[in-house]
């Protein structure tokens, strides 16, 4: 399907049914909370996934995702232990929620498929640019991967 491994599929998934809860959760509690059941499977969904994509090579080596998905894996414990203990003092509640929602946000972040900038036509001389870019979508179009006419 679409060229994805089964694994791919599964994480897929997975994710999408973990970032659907936490749009959910954020619009109705403005906050993502182990408390309630919709962060719950947030939470949990988000572990899969960044578990099950760990196991995801397009290249064969390590790669940015691979960062991505551990930097998850800490934020997802590190806001646990800070609602579970008492580590952080009275400021847990905030560290904890500061790194539920920071998994929101590493999950907005994707590779550019595009290797054109928005100032490239202002510079038509240079050469184009080799290195991969990363930007955080929030409707399916991204900066700076985004051009006037479409999104890809």
Do not use: E, N
Request: charged fraction near 15%.
């Amino acid at each position: 399907m679409f060229g994805l491994t089964p694994l791919g599929v599964f994480h897929t998934l997975v994710g999408l049914i973990g970032v659907v809860c936490g749009v959910i959760a954020l619009a109705r509690d403005k906050q993502i909370s182990p408390r309630t059941r919709l962060g719950r499977v947030y939470l949990l969904g988000t572990l899969i996934a960044a578990v099950s994509a760990l196991g995801i090579f397009r290249r064969g080596a390590f790669g940015p995702a691979h960062v991505l998905a551990l930097l998850t894996i800490a934020a997802l414990a590190l806001g646990t232990l800070a609602g579970r203990s008492s580590l952080f003092g009275r400021v847990g509640h905030y560290v904890q929620a500061v790194s539920y929602s920071s998994t929101f946000l590493f999950q907005l972040i994707r590779r550019s498929r595009s290797r054109r900038f928005a100032y490239r036509r202002a510079r038509p001389w240079s050469r184009p640019s080799t290195r991969r870019s990363y930007s955080v979508s929030t409707s399916g179009c991204s900066w700076p991967s985004w051009s006037a006419s479409r999104c890809r």
